[in-house]
C-alpha cells in the first residue's frame, strides 16, 4: 500500500458515528500501516490503524483482483470519485456488521464472472452509507451498488450498465446463461447514493444488470437514494423481504427483459424533503418496462416499438405494499406500466398516492394486456388520487391509445378492491419545519387484522421461493407486531 497519512480523516469521519468496543477512551495512539501488495493481486486499500473510541479505517482507492474479505472491526472507505470493481473471478466478501463509507461519486462494480457475499444478520446488518456526518448527509453523496451478469437481455450485445461513462468492459452486462450468480447481498442497507451522470443515465442505490437466477438477495434496505431505489436491467434475479424507502425517482424500476420472482416489498415514496437542494422526491413506487425502444433506426416515426427483440419483461410479483406519501401536493403514483412490460402482480396493497394507482403507456403494453401476459390481480387500493377513490390514470385518450385502466383492474375475475383506510395515514403533511412521522415511517406500515388486506388474497406459487403461507394483501401479515415485523432490528430511517 502507498504511504498515505489517513489520521485526520479517520478521526473526522468516525468519532460519531463510528464507535469502538468501549465507550472511555483507552489510547488515541496512532499506529499507522503503510504495507504495500505485491503484483499478484492489489486489494486496492490504504489503512490506518488507530486505537481508543474508533474503529480502524481502510480507503479503498483500486479495484479488486483477487478474492477480498473485508471485515467487521473495520470501516471501509470508498475513495472520493473511485469506482470499484470487483473484477475477473475474484469474490468480495463482507462480514455480518461491516460499516462502508462512500465519497462522492463513488461506487461499486462487481463486474461479470466477479461476485460479492454480503451476508448480514439481523443483528448485524452490513450497510452502505454516506462518508458525512448524521445530519448532514444528502441522497446522491456517493454512487451506489451495482451487480453484472451473464443472464439474458433484450437488447444488443454488448451492454453497458447506466451511470459509467465511456467504453468499460468491466461494466458490461448480459449473455445467455440465465443461472448467472453475481452473489448474495443478505441483511444488507444502502442509503444516501445515487449519481447522475447525465439526464436519464444515473447510477440507482442497488443496480442490477444481467444477474441470474442464483444469485440471492434478501433482507436489502435502500433508503434515500437520488434517483431509483432497485433498478434491473434484464436477467432473472429474484428478491425477498425488501424495503426501499425516500427514493428520489422510482422505488423498483426493471426494464430489458426481467423475468424475475419478488415477496415481500415495502416502498414508500417521500414528501419533499426539508433541504431545498433535494429537488427529487419520488416519482412511482414502480415503473416497469418491456420492449427495446431505443434500437430502432434513426427517423423512425413516434408510436413504432421494436416487439422482436426477447426475452419480454414478465416478472412475478406477490405481497407489495406501494405507498406514497400522503403529501398532496407530490406528483407521485403508484404505478408506470409502460413500452410492452408484461408481468403477473398479485396481493398488493396500494396507498397514499396523490396522483393515481395505475398508469398503462404504450400499445404493446395494451398488447401484454389482452394476451394476459400482464396482469394486476388480488389487490386492495386506498387513497388514491386528488379525491382519494381513483384508482388509475383517468385519461382514457392519452398514449395507451385509449385503453381504460379503470375497466382493466374493475374486471371482476381480478378481484381488486377499492378499500378504506387500510393503514393509518399520518395525522398532518410534514412539513420543512417537521417532518414528523418520517422519522418512523413503519409505524404506518401493518394493516389491522381485521383489515381488508387480510382477505381476498391469492394463494402464491408453491416453489422453492414463494412463501405460500402468505394468504393476504400486502408485504407484511395483518396484525403483525412491530416487533415481529421482517423488517424489525435491521432497517432504519435517518432523514439525513
Same mark, same amino acid.
Given at each position: 500500500?502507498?504511504?498515505?497519512?489517513?489520521?485526520?480523516?479517520?478521526? #473526522?469521519?468516525?468519532?460519531?458515528?463510528?464507535?469502538?468496543?468501549?465507550?472511555?477512551?483507552?489510547?488515541?495512539?496512532?499506529?499507522?500501516?503503510?504495507? #504495500?501488495?505485491?503484483?499478484?493481486?492489489?486489494?486496492?486499500?490504504?489503512?490506518?490503524?488507530?486505537? !481508543?473510541?474508533?474503529?480502524?479505517?481502510?480507503?479503498?482507492?483500486?479495484?479488486?483482483?483477487?478474492?477480498?474479505?473485508?471485515?467487521?472491526?473495520?470501516?471501509?472507505?470508498?475513495?472520493?470519485?473511485?469506482?470499484?470493481?470487483?473484477?475477473?473471478?475474484?469474490?468480495?466478501?463482507?462480514?455480518?456488521?461491516?460499516?462502508?463509507? !462512500?465519497?462522492?461519486?463513488?461506487?461499486?462494480?462487481?463486474?461479470?464472472?466477479?461476485?460479492?457475499?454480503?451476508?448480514?444478520?439481523?443483528?448485524?446488518?452490513?450497510?452502505?452509507?454516506?462518508?458525512?456526518?448524521?445530519?448532514?448527509?444528502?441522497?446522491?453523496?456517493?454512487?451506489?451498488?451495482?451487480?453484472?451478469?451473464?443472464?439474458?437481455?433484450?437488447?444488443?450485445?454488448?451492454?453497458?450498465?447506466?451511470?459509467?461513462?465511456?467504453?468499460?468492459?468491466?461494466?458490461?452486462?448480459? !449473455?445467455?446463461?440465465? #443461472?448467472?450468480?453475481?452473489?448474495?447481498?443478505?441483511?444488507?442497507?444502502?442509503?444516501?447514493?445515487?449519481?447522475?451522470?447525465?439526464?436519464?443515465?444515473?447510477?440507482?442505490?442497488?443496480?442490477?444488470?444481467?444477474?441470474?437466477?442464483?444469485?440471492?438477495?434478501?433482507?436489502?434496505?435502500?433508503?434515500?437514494?437520488?434517483?431509483?431505489?432497485?433498478?434491473?436491467?434484464?436477467?432473472?434475479?429474484?428478491?425477498?423481504?425488501?424495503?426501499?424507502?425516500?427514493?428520489?425517482?422510482?422505488?423498483?424500476?426493471?426494464?430489458?427483459?426481467?423475468?424475475?420472482?419478488?415477496?415481500?416489498?415495502?416502498?414508500?415514496?417521500?414528501?419533499?424533503?426539508?433541504?431545498?437542494?433535494?429537488?427529487?422526491?419520488?416519482?412511482?413506487?414502480?415503473?416497469?418496462?418491456?420492449?427495446?425502444?431505443?434500437?430502432?433506426? =434513426?427517423?423512425?416515426?413516434?408510436?413504432?416499438?421494436?416487439?422482436?427483440?426477447?426475452?419480454?419483461?414478465?416478472?412475478?410479483?406477490?405481497?407489495?405494499?406501494?405507498?406514497?406519501?400522503?403529501?398532496?401536493? =407530490?406528483?407521485?403514483?403508484?404505478?408506470?406500466?409502460?413500452?410492452?412490460?408484461?408481468?403477473?402482480?398479485?396481493?398488493?396493497?396500494?396507498?397514499?398516492?396523490?396522483?393515481?394507482?395505475?398508469?398503462?403507456?404504450?400499445?404493446?403494453?395494451?398488447?401484454?394486456?389482452?394476451?394476459?401476459?400482464?396482469?394486476?390481480?388480488?389487490?386492495?387500493?386506498?387513497?388514491?388520487?386528488?379525491?382519494?377513490?381513483?384508482?388509475?390514470?383517468?385519461?382514457?385518450?392519452?398514449?395507451? !391509445?385509449?385503453?381504460?385502466?379503470?375497466?382493466?383492474?374493475?374486471?371482476?375475475?381480478?378481484?381488486?378492491?377499492?378499500?378504506?383506510?387500510?393503514?393509518?395515514?399520518?395525522?398532518?403533511?410534514? #412539513?420543512?419545519?417537521?417532518?414528523?412521522?418520517?422519522?418512523?415511517?413503519?409505524?404506518?406500515?401493518?394493516?389491522?387484522?381485521?383489515?381488508?388486506? =387480510?382477505?381476498?388474497?391469492?394463494?402464491?406459487? =408453491?416453489?422453492?421461493?414463494?412463501?405460500?403461507?402468505?394468504?393476504?394483501?400486502?408485504?407484511?401479515?395483518?396484525?403483525?407486531?412491530?416487533?415481529?415485523?421482517?423488517?424489525?432490528?435491521?432497517?432504519?430511517?435517518?432523514?439525513?
Amino acid at each position: 500500500m502507498r504511504h498515505l497519512s489517513l489520521l485526520t480523516l479517520s478521526l #473526522t469521519g468516525c468519532l460519531g458515528p463510528w464507535p469502538g468496543p468501549s465507550d472511555t477512551p483507552t489510547d488515541t495512539t496512532d499506529t499507522s500501516d503503510t504495507d #504495500t501488495t505485491g503484483p499478484t493481486g492489489d486489494t486496492g486499500t490504504t489503512e490506518t490503524t488507530h486505537t !481508543g473510541t474508533v474503529q480502524d479505517v481502510v480507503l479503498v482507492t483500486d479495484s479488486i483482483t483477487r478474492d477480498t474479505l473485508w471485515t467487521a472491526d473495520k470501516v471501509y472507505e470508498l475513495a472520493n470519485r473511485a469506482t470499484i470493481y470487483v473484477e475477473g473471478n475474484s469474490v468480495l466478501t463482507i462480514e455480518p456488521g461491516t460499516t462502508i463509507l !462512500g465519497n462522492a461519486e463513488s461506487s461499486i462494480i462487481v463486474s461479470r464472472d466477479a461476485r460479492i457475499e454480503a451476508r448480514g444478520r439481523a443483528d448485524a446488518p452490513i450497510v452502505f452509507t454516506s462518508v458525512k456526518e448524521p445530519g448532514s448527509r444528502r441522497p446522491g453523496d456517493w454512487g451506489g451498488l451495482v451487480l453484472l451478469g451473464n443472464a439474458s437481455v433484450n437488447k444488443s450485445l454488448p451492454r453497458q450498465i447506466e451511470g459509467v461513462v465511456g467504453d468499460e468492459p468491466r461494466a458490461q452486462y448480459g !449473455g445467455s446463461d440465465d #443461472t448467472s450468480n453475481c452473489g448474495a447481498l443478505d441483511y444488507v442497507r444502502v442509503e444516501f447514493a445515487g449519481f447522475e451522470v447525465f439526464d436519464g443515465n444515473e447510477l440507482n442505490g442497488l443496480t442490477l444488470g444481467g444477474c441470474g437466477s442464483s444469485t440471492f438477495l434478501r433482507h436489502i434496505q435502500v433508503h434515500r437514494g437520488l434517483d431509483d431505489g432497485i433498478e434491473i436491467f434484464g436477467g432473472m434475479v429474484d428478491l425477498k423481504y425488501v424495503v426501499i424507502t425516500g427514493a428520489g425517482d422510482d422505488s423498483l424500476d426493471w426494464d430489458e427483459g426481467w423475468r424475475g420472482r419478488v415477496q415481500f416489498l415495502l416502498a414508500q415514496q417521500y414528501p419533499t424533503h426539508p433541504d431545498p437542494t433535494v429537488t427529487k422526491n419520488g416519482d412511482e413506487g414502480i415503473e416497469a418496462d418491456g420492449y427495446v425502444t431505443d434500437e430502432l433506426p =434513426a427517423g423512425t416515426p413516434d408510436g413504432v416499438y421494436d416487439t422482436n427483440h426477447t426475452p419480454f419483461s414478465t416478472p412475478t410479483l406477490y405481497n407489495l405494499t406501494l405507498l406514497g406519501s400522503g403529501d398532496p401536493t =407530490a406528483a407521485q403514483s403508484a404505478m408506470d406500466l409502460k413500452e410492452g412490460t408484461g408481468g403477473a402482480l398479485r396481493n398488493l396493497l396500494v396507498g397514499w398516492q396523490p396522483i393515481r394507482g395505475v398508469d398503462v403507456e404504450h400499445p404493446p403494453t395494451v398488447d401484454m394486456i389482452t394476451s394476459s401476459q400482464l396482469k394486476i390481480t388480488n389487490s386492495v387500493f386506498f387513497d388514491i388520487g386528488p379525491t382519494g377513490d381513483v384508482w388509475t390514470d383517468p385519461d382514457t385518450t392519452d398514449d395507451d !391509445g385509449g385503453f381504460d385502466e379503470q375497466a382493466w383492474l374493475d374486471f371482476p375475475a381480478y378481484a381488486n378492491r377499492l378499500g378504506d383506510e387500510v393503514l393509518v395515514a399520518p395525522t398532518e403533511v410534514p #412539513t420543512a419545519a417537521a417532518p414528523g412521522w418520517l422519522l418512523d415511517p413503519p409505524a404506518q406500515w401493518i394493516p389491522d387484522a381485521g383489515s381488508a388486506a =387480510a382477505s381476498g388474497a391469492a394463494t402464491p406459487p =408453491a416453489d422453492e421461493f414463494f412463501d405460500v403461507s402468505a394468504t393476504y394483501v400486502g408485504a407484511i401479515r395483518p396484525g403483525t407486531t412491530q416487533a415481529a415485523a421482517w423488517w424489525a432490528g435491521w432497517t432504519a430511517y435517518p432523514v439525513d
